[in-house]
Structure formats: C-alpha cells, structure tokens
C-alpha cells in the first residue's frame, strides 16, 4: 500500500509569504502528526491530529498552524514566514495513535522549505 | 523536561558489529524508537521497544531497560549502505507524539 505522501517536496518562499504544506496518510491511518527538522535542533515536534481534532501541539508559535480533513489528510501552513523556517518538514502517521495500540509511526519523504 | 542523549558520531568497519546507545528523560514513557535516516531522505522505521529486554530483526536488535532510561540498537554485520543517522525517539505521552534525540551519524568504512 502506499506510503506517507507529502507535497510539494521542494519549495522557495520570501520572508513574509506564508505556505501550505499537505500530507496524506497511509490509508486506513487516522492520526497525522508534522515535525520541523533543522541541522541545529533535530526533529522537534509542532502538532498532531487525530479525527480531525488537534490533540496535541509543540513549542512553536502561532504562525505554525495545522487541520486535519475527515478523510484524514491533513495541511500544516506557516504564515509570515522568517529565515528561521528553512527546513525539512515531515509528516508522520500511525493507525491510531495511541499508545495502546503500540503502533507504528511512518514518515513521509517531506517537503524541504527554503526561505529567502 | 524531556531529554534524550545519544552519540554524536560513531564509525566502524564493514562486517562488524556496532552499538549506539540512547538514554532518555521523559515525563512519560509509551514506548521507544529507533529509526534510521539517510542523508536528504525521511527516517525510516527500524524498531520498538515498550517492554524491556531485547527485540531483534534481522541484523537489527533494540534492547530497553525502563527502569535505567536506556535503550541501544545493534547494527550487525554491518554494511556500506547502513552509513547513515540513527534517531532515538520516545513516545512519552498515549498520543502519537515522540521527543527526538539529535541522531547518532554512523559512517561505516571499507
């Protein structure tokens, strides 16, 4: 079955513009959860959502948003965007997402953003 | 705060066998990953672990021991194309969320 798929994977944008990232899941998955990779800070969290709800949010400010669709797809955007924001950023799903379950998170290959 | 601590940067030979720990501090614990990440490339899933002892998978094991906040995979018979970053992650909360550790850059040489 396929994978995670995340579009675009490559994009350029000026400081001030602001960008929507899509991700779709593995089908049948339910939870989405997006991560903002940098050389500097590693993978560090920014939000989930489960059944179009966010259940859960990182340590980044409000200009990071995010929704879920009930077909589970889910859109992160990032407004006003600053130098800062040039990274990789990933799209994870698993089944449930809970920890219950015990399921497996998978990645999708990402969308590398470059702000100029 | 959560916390997670694995080697910068380890080497090794093609054949051998190589260890890469990770010891975490979390408020919660849900359960450990490890995955693997070529460069420019998304990580891939390799293991995890929520019950200590040790979980293995072809020329992968993970252990955990939950009450030392340690955790190590075994990379064995070690391959050219197994040069790459190892990331530690733990699940600290019965969401879907993981706390990442920096990554663990294994070059392995001829």
């Known amino acids: 079955k396929a994978g995670v798929t995340q579009t675009p994977r490559y994009l350029i944008k000026t400081r001030g513009q602001q960008v929507t990232l899509s991700c779709s899941p593995i089908?049948?998955?339910?939870?989405v959860s997006w991560y903002q990779q940098t050389p500097g800070q590693g993978l560090q969290f920014l939000f989930e959502y489960f059944s179009e709800t966010q259940r859960n949010k990182g340590n980044f400010p409000g200009r990071f948003s995010g929704r879920q669709f009930s077909n589970s797809r889910s859109e992160m955007n990032v407004s006003t965007l600053e130098l800062g924001d040039s990274a990789l950023y990933l799209c994870?799903?698993?089944?449930?997402?809970?920890?219950?379950?015990?399921?497996?998170?998978?990645f999708g290959e990402g969308s590398w953003l470059t702000v100029v | 705060g959560q916390n997670i601590d694995q080697p910068t940067e380890m080497t090794a030979t093609e054949g051998a066998i190589v260890q890469i720990n990770c010891t975490y501090q979390t408020s919660g614990f849900n359960g450990l990953f490890w995955y693997q990440q070529h460069a420019g490339e998304a990580p891939t899933f390799l293991s995890y672990n929520v019950l200590d002892g040790l979980e293995e998978k072809g020329r992968f094991s993970s252990f955990l021991s939950r009450s030392k906040g340690y955790s190590y995979l075994l990379l064995k018979e070690l391959q050219m194309k197994d040069s790459a970053s190892y990331l530690c992650a733990v699940r600290d909360n019965g969401y879907s969320t993981l706390t990442f550790g920096k990554g663990t850059m294994l070059l392995v040489s001829p």
């Open positions: 994870a799903s698993s089944l449930q997402g809970t920890a219950l379950s015990g399921n497996t998170i998978y």
């Open positions: 089908s049948g998955h339910r939870s």
